[in-house]
């Protein structure tokens, strides 16, 4: 069993809607949460971070961890054109436990206008 | 925010030539940064991490010897990729970490795609 699962989609939303993407994770040890956007043949840019549980929000994007679950997920709020790319979420465990960075697959995302 | 170049973003070379790929931290000191290589659909699949001033760490299954990974200063780090094949065409991203400290959180570089014919 992989570290970090993650539906590779293609997910196809119209615009407007309310967008849910989801990780889940079998290493209890993980404690920082990150959400990634990919453009097409662009480096990741960092959308989202959260330490342990619990929810971030920044504008339309809500970041939600629950750990007892393993469980994680993005959400977009009147999702646009332009969130068109692939999501992915990342996660580590603390400083002393390394530098590991561990990736999900990435969901693919495009959103209709 | 921090930022993260990446040269070139895009090269074209023959089979056996080697090529270099620069990832320079702009407006922050990176003592560490890593070497990501991405298939199409696949995930990030990190390559080395690169230590200024020492030797790379290599995951397992990295040829060392194709991958020269030189980080001579803090704002700089370079991947060599050696006599290239064209099984080494591919999207190679640099990073860097910038979070809080004890938090694993990276900046990426635009990336920089190697077609080798």
């Known amino acids: 069993q992989k570290e970090v699962e993650q539906d590779p989609g293609p997910l196809s939303v119209p615009e407007g809607a309310i967008v849910s993407l989801n990780c889940t994770y079998s290493?209890?040890?993980?404690?920082?949460f990150m959400w990634y956007r990919q453009y097409s043949r662009k480096g990741p840019e960092l959308l989202m971070y959260?330490?342990?549980?619990g929810n971030k929000e920044d504008g339309r994007f809500t970041a939600q961890v629950d750990k007892s679950s393993k469980y994680i997920s993005l959400f977009i709020r009147d999702s646009q054109p332009s969130d068109s790319a692939t999501y992915l979420c990342?996660?580590?465990?603390?400083?002393?436990?390394?530098?590991?960075?561990?990736f999900g697959k990435g969901t693919s995302l495009l959103v209709t206008p | 925010g921090a930022v993260v170049s990446q040269h070139p973003s895009r090269v074209i070379c023959k089979s056996g030539t080697s090529v270099k790929i620069e990832c320079r931290s702009l407006?922050?000191?990176?003592?560490?940064m890593f070497w990501y290589r991405q298939f199409p659909k696949q995930s990030l699949m990190l390559m080395a991490t690169?230590?200024?001033?020492?030797?790379?760490?290599?995951e397992q299954g990295v040829e060392k010897d194709k991958f020269l990974i030189n980080h001579a200063s803090l704002t700089l780090s370079t991947l060599t990729v050696t006599s290239a094949h064209p099984e080494d065409s591919s999207f190679y991203i640099c990073?860097?970490?910038?979070?809080?400290?004890?938090?694993?959180?990276?900046?990426f570089g635009a990336g920089s795609r190697l077609t080798v014919l």
């Open positions: 990073s860097a970490r910038v979070g809080p400290s004890g938090a694993n959180v990276l900046t």
């Open positions: 290493n209890s040890a993980f404690q920082y």
């Open positions: 959260t330490y342990s549980s």
């Open positions: 990342a996660m580590s465990a603390s400083r002393n436990s390394g530098y590991a960075l561990n």
């Open positions: 407006d922050f000191q990176a003592t560490t």
């Open positions: 690169s230590n200024e001033g020492s030797k790379a760490t290599y």
